[in-house]
């Protein structure tokens, strides 16, 4: 085995990306970047019928977003179809396959009888034993794996511990088809062994899988990766993870705008923690991540703790780097596009503090680069009163007597207004703010002046003007 550690993630193209596979491609990548390590990627590709180019590419897009870059070239199992097919007729030779001619109808039979005796539902191994003169004339065979038989089979698993299984609960497991194309087991076993892997980090409903694994091992005399077997991601009300729990592709997470670090870093803590950190940079976590800090408790996927580790990410994110941020979020999801850059920064530290998504993010900007005169929501359709259209149209006036356009002057004028008005700021304020904005869901008045300009501001009372 190489002293270099080598991981792989080896997700199916049968599908998108999904929160799952991103987590345990996260696993893999952080182990390996923490200790001079590789992760490859490997698509199973073998299930040709239900393989797309257009989910290998998802598959592509969803790690990039991440951020979780590969090593070399990404690798097509199907195209190693030749290297399990060698494999198979070795364990021909060695006595560890046989040729299987048993009929689907025969193996059906097979089955009910052992569910009917109590029995572990598996071939009976009618054809293990059986002479090549035996075979009948027209029939193109599977080509089985000799399980062992009598004793246990046992794997040493990181996060599991000791797995052992008694080798009469194994199967005589189909390696080729009767098409001649290998089977999932098969092939895996091969890959992970010609592609020098040392660590296998996948989700722990792998677990059988990995007996049988390493029971082919075992006949190959190859030696077993480490491995290491993560406990899956429910729901937050403890079931099965649903898309209404948040089984999603991770490209609908890019969409409803969330950050890639935030995801990274929850989901690095589904099942893994560093004592009670719960904000961890993906710098960090390469330093901290360990596979033995994996718990074998299931995780539960919080949509409340998402959103507030994404609106933190947000918070702290530089306003310069937000903007180039949002306009790349803004293009990927085809949002209205942004016409004024500078005064979109300028706002920035302001609208960033209540949002929890970029999505909330672009929808609290949308006052910088509305197009004149704005559209009014209801509540501040309801504020727009003539009255109060009259009553701030008399701000005009103080607006454009004010030299510094600054928060602390803006603010004075609007003070000495209602005073001369005989009113609480709040009659004055409401109305302004949906005036600017087009809503009442805004920042304060004066932050929203400032950030306008005093042309913009005073323009956009003026487009309410009674005439």
Not at 218 to 223: E, F, Q, S, T
Not at 325 to 345: G, Q, S, V, Y
Request: glycine share 8%; aromatic share 8%.
């Amino acid at each position: 085995m190489s002293d270099q550690i080598i991981t792989r993630f080896a997700p199916s193209p049968t599908g998108f990306l999904h929160i799952g596979g991103a987590r345990t491609a996260l696993f893999n990548w952080l182990y390996v970047r923490g200790r001079n390590g590789k992760m490859l990627l490997r698509i199973e590709d073998t299930d040709i019928k239900r393989s797309t180019k257009e989910n290998v590419e998802a598959i592509y897009e969803g790690m990039r977003w991440l951020g979780l870059e590969w090593d070399g070239d990404a690798v097509s199992q199907n195209g190693n179809i030749k290297r399990h097919q060698e494999v198979v007729q070795q364990m021909l030779d060695s006595g560890h396959a046989y040729k299987c001619y048993s009929s689907k109808e025969e193996i059906a039979q097979m089955r009910e009888k052992a569910k009917a005796e109590g029995k572990p539902i598996k071939y009976d191994g009618t054809w293990r034993n059986c002479a090549a003169s035996d075979a009948p004339e027209g029939i193109a065979p599977v080509i089985r794996f000799k399980a062992p038989q009598g004793g246990y089979t046992i794997i040493q698993d990181i996060v599991q511990g000791e797995i052992k299984i008694s080798n009469d609960q194994v199967d005589d497991l189909i390696m080729l088809r009767s098409d001649g194309t290998p089977t999932y087991m098969l092939s895996v076993v091969v890959d992970d062994h010609d592609m020098a892997i040392t660590h296998v980090i996948r989700g722990d409903d792998h677990l059988t899988n990995a007996i049988r694994q390493a029971c082919i091992y075992n006949a190959l005399g190859w030696d077993l990766p480490i491995f290491a077997h993560v406990p899956l991601i429910h729901g937050q009300d403890g079931g099965k993870l649903s898309k209404r729990h948040g089984a999603m592709g991770v490209m609908e997470y890019r969409n409803m705008g969330y950050l890639p670090e935030a995801m990274c870093n929850y989901l690095s803590r589904l099942s893994w923690s560093h004592g009670d950190d719960e904000i961890i940079s993906t710098e960090q976590l390469k330093k901290w991540f360990d596979i033995d800090a994996i718990g074998k408790s299931p995780a539960k996927f919080d949509f409340v703790k998402l959103e507030n580790l994404n609106a933190h990410y947000i918070k702290n994110t530089n306003d310069n780097e937000l903007v180039e941020i949002l306009e790349t979020f803004i293009t990927d999801t085809n949002r209205p596009a942004i016409t004024n850059k500078d005064r979109l920064i300028l706002a920035m530290p302001v609208i960033k503090e209540r949002a929890k998504t970029l999505v909330e993010l672009h929808d609290a900007a949308h006052f910088v680069f509305a197009n004149r005169p704005l559209t009014f929501d209801n509540k501040a359709q309801k504020l727009l009163t003539g009255e109060n259209r009259e009553l701030i149209f008399g701000l005009v006036a103080k607006f454009s007597d004010i030299g510094d356009w600054s928060r602390d002057n803006i603010s004075q004028a609007v003070k000495d207004f209602a005073e001369e008005k005989g009113l609480k700021l709040g009659k004055i304020g409401q109305p302004l703010r949906a005036i600017l904005v087009g809503t009442t869901n805004a920042p304060g008045i004066f932050d929203i002046a400032v950030i306008l300009g005093k042309n913009e501001t005073i323009e956009r009372i003026n487009d309410i003007k009674i005439d």
